[in-house]
């Protein structure tokens, strides 16, 4: 009988030799002396079965972001390790042993019981084959099946290499250039269509040249895809770098409510704002400045005013629509901004009253006040001549020409503003008299 046992399992192990010619899953050896068979068999789990078990059988936190459970198609082999008694298969049935880095060790258990089920069904028969295909197809009938907590990052990694092995083995049609190019030189965006790497390297990096970092993604036509991933495997390390580099510069620019330029002279880095007191922020540099007056850090203190006429501009702007009132007011403090408008009022209503009881000399803009005599003005700072009342300039050659024109608003005014009935000393100056 046990030659009639060792000639069954010499053709078992020729079968699943055959069977799994094209890869390494199995191996087998029979030892000199007892002449008996032991070996291993990593067993994958079929895909659809994978499926059903991360979305009914699955017991990982699903909350965890950076896992993509709906791409989990492959998860790692069951070793199924074995030793043949003598007798098998006729009278004995094979040793076995299990382990999986997902299946628990309950599900273990479990699955050796099945198997040792299909031993007694198919007693006198080779099951090794068997027990291979219930591991494949069948773990979904079996309500002890969970998927270990702990073994997440496994699944995760193994899923990822075995999709990267079976792409590179097929053949794709560029969407670009519209060859078919060889898995190995491709690459499956996350919105699944594919590309060769050398048409991809090509049109992103002439985006990334012109600074279009936004634009860096699926090229398809009409694709609204955004996402993507391993940007490392297409560009060069060049273009990569200016990549991220861009890409910082464009968050920062459009996330100023979080990040600032430093304005170090020669930095070029930027700093995140401080989460306590967003005036703050600490550059990679190590440049602690305040995010408002640009300045090094200056504590809680308000920042110091560098031009008072700007900073009054912005504050009377923000006063009638009420945008940007209350950075001011944090940047320079509400009670420093009202007494500097209210000083400035102040003065502009000084100005106003000196503008209406003076003249303001054509040529130097020095202002003059008329305290008594005729509208002819000469200015005591650069000796320019000049009407009164309107400010014109009057010519040396005939000075009493201007209040001479009819129809004009200074026509016979030359005594216009003479304080009372006083009258022209005799010993003025001739330019002075209206002929």
Same mark, same amino acid.
């Given at each position: 009988?046990? @030659?009639?046992?060792?000639?069954?399992?010499?053709?078992?192990?020729?079968?699943?030799?055959?069977?799994?010619?094209?890869?390494?899953?199995?191996?087998?050896?029979?030892?000199?002396?007892?002449?008996?068979?032991?070996?291993?068999?990593?067993?994958?789990?079929?895909?659809?079965?994978? +499926?059903?078990?991360?979305?009914?059988?699955?017991?990982?936190?699903?909350? @965890?972001?950076?896992?993509?459970?709906?791409?989990?198609?492959?998860?790692?082999?069951?070793?199924?390790?074995?030793?043949?008694?003598?007798?098998?298969?006729?009278?004995?049935?094979?040793?076995?042993?299990?382990?999986?880095?997902?299946?628990?060790?309950?599900?273990?258990?479990?699955?050796?019981?099945?198997?040792? +089920?299909?031993?007694?069904?198919?007693?006198?028969?080779?099951?090794?084959?068997?027990?291979?295909?219930?591991?494949?197809?069948?773990?979904?009938?079996?309500?002890?099946?969970?998927?270990?907590?702990?073994?997440?990052?496994?699944?995760?990694?193994?899923?990822?290499?075995?999709?990267?092995?079976?792409?590179?083995?097929?053949?794709?049609?560029?969407?670009?250039?519209?060859?078919?190019?060889?898995?190995?030189?491709?690459?499956?965006?996350?919105?699944?269509?594919?590309?060769?790497?050398?048409?991809?390297?090509?049109?992103?990096?002439?985006?990334?040249?012109?600074?279009?970092?936004?634009?860096?993604?699926?090229?398809?036509?009409?694709?609204?895809?955004?996402?993507?991933?391993?940007?490392?495997?297409?560009?060069?390390?060049?273009?990569?770098?200016?990549?991220?580099?861009?890409? @910082?510069?464009?968050?920062?620019?459009?996330?100023?409510?979080?990040?600032?330029?430093?304005?170090? +002279?020669?930095?070029?880095?930027?700093?995140?704002?401080?989460?306590?007191?967003?005036?703050?922020?600490?550059?990679?540099?190590?440049?602690?400045?305040?995010?408002?007056?640009?300045?090094?850090?200056?504590?809680?203190?308000?920042?110091?005013?560098?031009?008072?006429?700007?900073?009054?501009?912005?504050?009377?702007?923000?006063?009638?629509?009420?945008?940007?009132?209350?950075?001011?007011?944090?940047?320079?403090?509400?009670?420093?901004?009202?007494?500097?408008?209210?000083?400035?009022?102040?003065?502009?209503?000084?100005?106003?009253?000196?503008?209406?009881?003076?003249?303001?000399?054509?040529?130097?803009?020095?202002?003059?006040?008329?305290?008594?005599?005729?509208?002819?003005?000469?200015?005591?700072?650069?000796?320019?001549?000049?009407?009164?009342?309107?400010?014109?300039?009057?010519?040396?050659?005939?000075?009493?020409?201007?209040?001479?024109?009819?129809?004009?608003?200074?026509?016979?005014?030359?005594?216009?503003?003479?304080?009372?009935?006083?009258?022209? +000393?005799?010993?003025?100056?001739?330019? @002075?008299?209206?002929?």
């Amino acid at each position: 009988m046990e @030659d009639e046992c060792a000639d069954y399992q010499a053709c078992e192990m020729s079968a699943l030799a055959a069977i799994y010619a094209d890869n390494s899953v199995f191996a087998y050896t029979m030892d000199k002396d007892s002449r008996l068979f032991s070996g291993s068999i990593a067993v994958e789990v079929n895909t659809s079965v994978c +499926e059903s078990l991360v979305n009914t059988a699955m017991r990982i936190d699903a909350s @965890d972001e950076a896992v993509d459970w709906g791409n989990l198609k492959y998860l790692p082999p069951i070793q199924l390790r074995f030793s043949l008694p003598a007798l098998y298969p006729l009278v004995d049935a094979p040793q076995i042993s299990l382990s999986c880095c997902w299946l628990s060790a309950e599900a273990l258990e479990s699955i050796a019981g099945r198997m040792s +089920e299909i031993w007694h069904i198919e007693h006198g028969m080779c099951v090794l084959d068997s027990y291979i295909n219930m591991l494949r197809y069948d773990l979904l009938t079996m309500d002890t099946i969970r998927i270990d907590t702990g073994a997440v990052q496994e699944v995760v990694a193994y899923n990822a290499g075995r999709r990267h092995e079976l792409f590179e083995m097929q053949t794709f049609t560029c969407l670009i250039c519209m060859e078919p190019q060889s898995g190995k030189h491709c690459v499956e965006l996350a919105c699944s269509h594919v590309h060769c790497v050398q048409c991809l390297r090509g049109y992103w990096g002439m985006l990334i040249d012109e600074g279009s970092v936004w634009l860096v993604q699926c090229p398809y036509p009409g694709c609204q895809a955004s996402k993507v991933d391993d940007l490392s495997r297409v560009l060069s390390p060049e273009q990569m770098q200016r990549f991220t580099m861009l890409s @910082d510069q464009r968050r920062v620019d459009m996330d100023s409510s979080h990040f600032a330029w430093c304005p170090r +002279e020669g930095c070029g880095k930027w700093g995140p704002r401080d989460s306590t007191n967003d005036k703050l922020c600490i550059c990679e540099c190590g440049y602690a400045f305040c995010v408002c007056c640009r300045r090094v850090w200056h504590g809680t203190s308000y920042c110091a005013i560098d031009s008072r006429l700007k900073v009054m501009e912005e504050y009377r702007r923000a006063l009638e629509d009420g945008v940007g009132l209350a950075a001011l007011e944090r940047q320079y403090g509400k009670d420093v901004l009202e007494s500097m408008l209210e000083k400035e009022e102040a003065e502009d209503e000084s100005e106003k009253a000196i503008a209406a009881m003076s003249q303001a000399c054509p040529t130097c803009s020095v202002r003059i006040v008329k305290a008594y005599g005729c509208n002819h003005i000469r200015c005591t700072q650069c000796n320019t001549h000049f009407c009164y009342l309107c400010g014109a300039l009057i010519g040396l050659s005939d000075p009493l020409g201007h209040f001479r024109l009819a129809g004009t608003a200074c026509y016979m005014m030359l005594l216009e503003g003479v304080l009372g009935d006083q009258e022209v +000393e005799a010993e003025a100056d001739p330019l @002075d008299i209206l002929i």
